[in-house]
């Protein structure tokens, strides 16, 4: 995936979200709307997850060291979870409980009543941009896959994060104005009260949907299949292989992928000559599949179990 893609969309939200904070705040000040106020915190927790998501990716940056020999690459996915626990906590939950409390109090917007809705929309068209931004960028990385693919499969956390957050945060919107609309046009300040519950369900949901995906990057997540079969067929394209005897993948960050595997190979060869044929296979692996960046290849002898078929597929040594 495209690390400067990311960044891309990551500041185009950071921008949008601080402006649309702002002018929420001041609309709730104004109006005393719980939907505006759950709005704000929505939008301030919006602009901290970005920052989040740059600090991860400047941090991943960082030169491996004898402590860390595999680099900093899953900082990011590190980062990435913390944004799922902040979109639930500060997001989600505090929306949940502005609600109860003006369901609890409700009164009607009596005073500026044209501001919320003036704020909403314009809110509307500024997170527009910036969702329209982070489709554009997922665009081309994303190939042929669903929506739903990318978000659930993607390595890299940055670009499925921005596009849940902005879809979560013009949906919400959608609620606030529900909520606002409804408020007017009945002087029942319970409709605002459900449309900010609307908004707390919804982060609550965007939240625990991140986590879920962010946490199985975190364990650690082998390539798509796709890529074992291309690194497979590099294996075995030359000579220097008998077989694949078992290979197990791992992506260390969005971007760096290891290969460990033991192969067979002839009993007549040399050392010189296991070791030459290594670096062949090592090459055409990278040629397959240029993320894999650390490959460990250790050179057996196949010996197949007592009492199978040699016709079968490969077995352990």
Not at 40 to 68: C, E
Not at 268 to 282: H, K, L, R
Request: charged fraction near 15%.
């Amino acid at each position: 995936m495209s690390t400067q893609g990311g960044i891309k969309a990551i500041i185009a939200a950071l921008l949008a979200n601080i402006g649309i904070a702002v002018t929420k705040f001041v609309a709730f000040l104004l109006t005393g709307s719980s939907s505006m106020l759950a709005e704000s915190i929505h939008s301030v927790a919006d602009s901290g997850n970005q920052a989040l998501l740059l600090l991860g990716g400047k941090r991943a940056r960082r030169a491996a060291t004898p402590q860390h020999p595999f680099g900093y690459g899953r900082e990011r996915y590190v980062y990435a979870f913390i944004v799922s626990i902040v979109l639930f906590s500060l997001g989600g939950l505090f929306a949940l409980y502005e609600a109860w409390h003006k369901w609890s109090d409700p009164h009607g917007i009596t005073s500026w009543q044209w501001v919320p809705v003036t704020v909403l929309l314009a809110a509307i068209v500024m997170e527009s941009f910036s969702f329209r931004t982070a489709i554009r960028e997922s665009n081309l990385v994303r190939g042929r896959e669903s929506w739903t693919r990318f978000i659930r499969r993607s390595k890299a956390p940055e670009l499925p994060v921005v596009l849940l957050e902005d879809l979560g945060a013009l949906v919400g919107l959608v609620f606030a104005l529900f909520g606002v609309g409804m408020t007017l046009a009945t002087g029942n300040g319970r409709w605002d009260a459900a449309g900010t519950a609307m908004i707390g369900l919804l982060l609550v949901t965007i939240a625990i949907v991140l986590a879920v995906e962010t946490k199985s990057l975190l364990l650690g997540e082998g390539a798509e299949p796709a890529d074992v079969s291309a690194i497979e067929q590099a294996v075995t394209a030359g000579p220097e292989v008998e077989r694949i005897i078992h290979m197990k993948t791992l992506y260390l960050g969005p971007e760096e992928l290891m290969v460990a595997a033991k192969i067979a190979v002839s009993r007549c060869e040399s050392a010189e000559e296991v070791a030459q044929g290594i670096d062949a296979v090592e090459q055409r692996i990278r040629a397959a599949v240029p993320v894999a960046r650390v490959i460990y290849l250790e050179p057996d002898i196949y010996q197949a179990p007592v009492g199978a078929s040699t016709t079968f597929g490969p077995a352990g040594s």
